[in-house]
């Protein structure tokens, strides 16, 4: 990819390997011409860029200049671009600007991402700016913002359009025409009565391919799948998915529609879920912003805590070889193998961790099918094993003869035998109590795999070779 000069010769190349030199350079061109008072320049570059692309060259930018070429956009434009800078970049943005500028802007924002650009400011910032925001304002933004971080609720959006079931299909589409500008989505249309009580919903295909004056309750789908604004989000993301939905509507307690969670919203709830469920596979506590982001005391705390609890688990480990101390003088070729066999009963255990927490977030299986699958993982394991015995018993016999080719080979069989067991059941054991799965963590599992390992080599050795 040839190197731009300038911004008028810039073009975004989706397919190069390092984009990011780019957004450096642009942001560097966009500085020096902010700082030469070249704003149209910026401003004529800016609207020819896709909103996501200038958000990355903002977050390149100073405080000063970001906001100086925020300026620069037409308000919708601005609305939508803050949505696409990370959060610590929108509540600096947010904090630089005037109070009137600012209510300005959240007015323009789309309803959930103007409720979370609120949760983030300071509760003086919250009640400076409530009084310059209009009352329905005011009110969708409280009730939004009320809901607890991890619900359905923090992540839907009252952006939604509405129907009446006596409209005439002639209506209904001048009605979506008079919503469109306002709502999240038009592709889909809820039906409610007078008291918002949900009642049907309405694709805008059926809508269009409909009589003109064929009535809306005719042709809705009256058993709507939808939600609790209480449930959590991950269940939101999950129905989506499965139902094929562009959204699904939200309900409170008494049937009213509240809310609606669409389709991005469900895969950025997604993308959080598999985030986090790498961090506890790796026995890392939550972490509240990103790992670039995150301070070395965030991260520090984030760690010590099972690292420090495995440490303790693994002095079992160093017990269990002082306790076979005399097997261990009497034949020093077992401790060649000693590295190999716990690493493979640690490894055995955390693919079959692995692929149960999996399993279990995508509810391909559920803890019911427990007993099913520890059978199917007992048969799949001890070939697993005894593969491995065979393999390892070559070597047995090239250190130590055949009694300690034997030896480890029994003792792999049983140590892949235990460690695939084990992990394939931690994760059930983990959502039978009602903890996260993901928990069941390769750390976890390995320090697990290693205690046993350890007794179940050295206990086998000491029967077989007599001591």
């Not at 609305?79 to 696409?84: K, Q, R, S």
């Not at 309803?111 to 009084?131: G, N, S, T, V, Y």
């Not at 399993?359 to 799949?380: H, K, N, Q, Y």
């Not at 140590?415 to 109590?433: K, Y």
């Amino acid at each position: 990819m040839t190197k731009p000069t300038s911004l008028a010769d810039f073009r975004f190349d989706p397919d190069a390997e390092h984009d990011y030199i780019d957004a450096a350079f642009v942001a560097l061109e966009i500085t020096r011409l902010l700082r030469e008072g070249d704003t149209d320049s910026v401003r004529e570059f800016l609207i020819t860029q896709e909103l996501a692309d200038v958000a990355a060259y903002l977050e390149e930018l100073d405080v000063d200049e970001a906001l100086t070429a925020t300026r620069l956009l037409p308000l919708h434009d601005q609305a939508e671009l803050i949505g696409y800078l990370k959060p610590s970049s929108q509540l600096v943005v947010a904090t630089q600007m005037r109070r009137r500028e600012l209510a300005a802007l959240m007015s323009a924002m789309s309803h959930d991402e103007r409720a979370d650009l609120f949760k983030q400011l300071d509760e003086e910032a919250q009640e400076a700016l409530l009084p310059a925001l209009s009352k329905a304002e005011r009110d969708d933004l409280r009730r939004l913002a009320s809901y607890e971080e991890w619900t359905v609720g923090s992540v839907m959006t009252s952006d939604y359009a509405t129907l009446k079931p006596e409209m005439s299909a002639s209506e209904a589409l001048e009605a979506l025409r008079a919503q469109a500008l306002e709502a999240e989505t038009v592709y889909t249309a809820y039906i409610v009565d007078d008291d918002r009580h949900l009642i049907g919903v309405l694709d805008l295909r059926d809508l269009l391919i409909a009589r003109r004056r064929q009535r809306v309750d005719s042709i809705m789908d009256t058993e709507p799948v939808w939600i609790r604004a209480d449930a959590e989000q991950e269940e939101a993301a999950r129905m989506i998915a499965r139902y094929d939905l562009i959204a699904l509507p939200v309900l409170d307690t008494d049937d009213r529609l509240v809310g609606i969670v669409t389709a991005d919203d469900a895969m950025d709830v997604a993308a959080d879920e598999v985030t986090e469920d790498f961090h506890k596979g790796s026995l890392v506590s939550p972490l509240e912003t990103s790992v670039a982001e995150a301070t070395i005391s965030v991260l520090y705390k984030a760690r010590i805590y099972w690292l420090v609890l495995l440490v303790f688990g693994n002095i079992f480990s160093g017990a269990g070889i002082a306790y076979f101390e005399e097997i261990i003088s009497a034949h020093l070729s077992l401790l060649f193998f000693l590295p190999l066999l716990i690493a493979s009963g640690g490894n055995a255990g955390t693919q079959s961790a692995t692929l149960m927490v999996r399993a279990l977030a995508t509810d391909d299986v559920r803890p019911s099918d427990f007993g099913r699958l520890l059978a199917r993982e007992l048969a799949i394991a001890l070939a697993l094993g005894v593969t491995m015995a065979l393999a390892v018993s070559v070597i047995g016999i090239w250190r130590g003869g055949v009694e300690i080719a034997v030896v480890v080979a029994l003792a792999m069989t049983a140590i892949v035998l235990m460690g695939s067991l084990m992990g394939m059941s931690l994760p059930f054991i983990f959502a039978r109590f009602n903890r996260d799965p993901a928990a069941a963590s390769g750390p976890l599992v390995t320090s697990m795999a290693d205690i046993l390992g350890v007794l179940t080599y050295f206990g086998i050795a000491s029967v077989l070779l007599d001591i």
